[in-house]
């Protein structure tokens, strides 16, 4: 059972360059996020799901795009880097109403 | 909105001793769960505990326990028997038990040193 898994693990961008982070999960699990972690400022929700075609905005999500078409999926899109993107990725899902499981995280970083 | 609280960005503990970690909130539902995730060096973020707001008696699980003051919007983690393992950043967190709200609202972290 691999659980949530992210790829890639570490990324390095230039500046205005687009990319996916992908998220993937074996659970069956409705709900999926993304969370990014800087330093001093804890996770902080981007986007989430809690269901295939429904997706909804967490509390920094400008410059993300998330789209929820299977159950397993829930990319990551960066439209047009930038350097205050660069930071620690987490994708976690859950069953409704239990804990979250979180994914190893990617690491990004944009110059 | 909700927030999470951890006021001490570092701590250090010998090995073997007892250190409890501080977290406050602040919301306005009456129904909520509380969550410690521990994030070693390796990056994952583990859950180490779990508890339910309309649950009174604090949740344990092994050497971790918690004194979850609900009137005071206090949930802090008492680690017991501290081991070099222990060592790691750890977050306290917040999540709505309305509505099927799954968002977790996480407190900035406090790093957690070990000392042999």
């Known amino acids: 059972n691999a659980g949530v898994t992210q790829t890639p693990k570490f990324q390095v961008l230039k500046t205005g360059q687009s990319m996916t982070l992908q998220c993937a999960q074996d659970m069956n699990h409705e709900y999926m996020s993304w969370y990014r972690q800087d330093p001093g400022m804890g996770l902080r929700l981007i986007h989430y799901s809690v269901g295939a075609g429904i997706t909804d905005q967490g509390e920094v999500p400008n410059g993300y795009n998330v789209s929820r078409s299977t159950t397993e999926d829930f990319p990551l899109r960066l439209l047009s880097a930038a350097p205050s993107q660069t930071s620690v990725y987490f994708c976690?899902?859950?069953?409704?109403?239990?804990?979250?499981?979180f994914g190893d995280g990617t690491r990004l970083s944009i110059l | 909105a909700q927030t999470v609280t951890q006021s001490q960005p570092e701590m250090s503990v010998q090995e073997a001793e007892t250190v409890t970690l501080s977290c406050t909130y602040d919301t306005s539902e009456s129904d909520y769960y509380l969550f410690w995730y521990k994030q070693p060096p390796s990056r994952q973020m583990i859950l180490v505990i779990r508890q339910e707001a309309y649950k009174q008696q604090n949740a344990t699980e092994n050497r971790f326990s918690v004194n979850f003051q609900k009137a005071a919007k206090s949930f802090s983690l008492k680690i017991s028997d501290s081991q070099l393992g222990d060592a790691a950043m750890y977050f306290c967190a917040y999540r709505s038990a309305m509505g099927g709200s799954e968002k977790l609202v996480f407190g900035k972290g406090m790093k957690l040193t070990v000392n042999p």
């Open positions: 976690a899902s859950s069953t409704i109403g239990r804990p979250q499981h």
